[in-house]
């Protein structure tokens, strides 16, 4: 959109989209709209008129700390939007098509994944479900240490025996709790123990995914529509774009 002043500058504006928009070859049906005011008001305010699917909406160029830099309107229209927002950053270079999608199990993800499962249908694009548990309390931290190096051995493997146990338990409940969903897409699923958002990240990495899928409220389950801190994170951090699921 471009946001101008009087009629005629809006009908020049409406040309030139129109013709910046043919130069793109875009393939699908599409309408053209410039309005004047502020823009992250006015683009509010038409989400509010037409009630689309999501809001797509650029993010700028990574600072010198390797950190997204988001304008204000992005900022504002994160924070406010009713729906999904979907935060486009331009590829550094070729990403492959998996869509990441951290569960929680919280009652946001079931509009989450059921999302996740029509986008991947459509793009015919491979899904990676994902759950970050907290590390389990080990029953060796309540020993009291020893110079036996028999017996460190021992307690090492013990510990060791804890965590895959544990793991294999985690696995096995994010796995039924997916498969709840009858998904058709292609998917897989990761269990990892950590923070959720540092997770997410080296595995975005590990597969070059193009997409993050994340609930705004990943941390905070009873704050409706709140964007969280492993969302947020996200959208600051990953490499390729975040779209910001809310539930409507």
């Not at 304008?71 to 994160?78: D, E, P, Q």
Request: hydrophobic content about 40%; glycine content about 2%; charged content about 30%.
């Amino acid at each position: 959109m471009l946001f101008t002043q009087d009629e005629t500058l809006m009908k020049k504006d409406l040309k030139e989209m129109e013709k910046y928009v043919k130069a793109l070859d875009v393939s699908v049906d599409y309408e053209l709209s410039s309005r004047a005011g502020e823009a992250r008001q006015v683009i509010l305010e038409v989400e509010s008129q037409i009630d689309p699917e999501f809001i797509l909406i650029p993010s700028h160029s990574h600072t010198l700390i390797k950190r997204v830099f988001l304008g204000s309107t992005t900022r504002h229209v994160l924070n406010n939007a009713k729906g999904p927002v979907y935060i486009y950053r331009k590829p550094a270079k070729k990403f492959n098509l998996i869509f990441i999608v951290p569960v929680d199990y919280s009652d946001t993800n079931k509009g989450l994944i059921e999302l996740a499962d029509r986008w991947a249908q459509k793009s015919n694009a491979e899904l990676m479900f994902i759950h970050v548990a907290d590390l389990p309390v080990l029953e060796d931290e309540k020993k009291d240490f020893t110079w036996e190096w028999h017996q460190r051995l021992s307690d090492d493997m013990a510990v060791k025996e804890q965590l895959k146990d544990e793991r294999e338990k985690q696995k096995e409940k994010l796995e039924h709790y997916v498969a709840e969903f009858e998904i058709i897409s292609k998917y897989r699923t990761v269990l990892e123990f950590g923070r959720s958002y540092e997770k997410v990240i080296e595995l975005q990495e590990m597969t070059d995914a193009i997409l993050i899928i994340v609930a705004a409220n990943s941390s905070y389950e009873k704050m409706q529509n709140a964007v969280g801190r492993t969302a947020k994170t996200l959208i600051y951090d990953s490499p390729c774009s975040v779209f910001l699921y809310k539930q409507g």
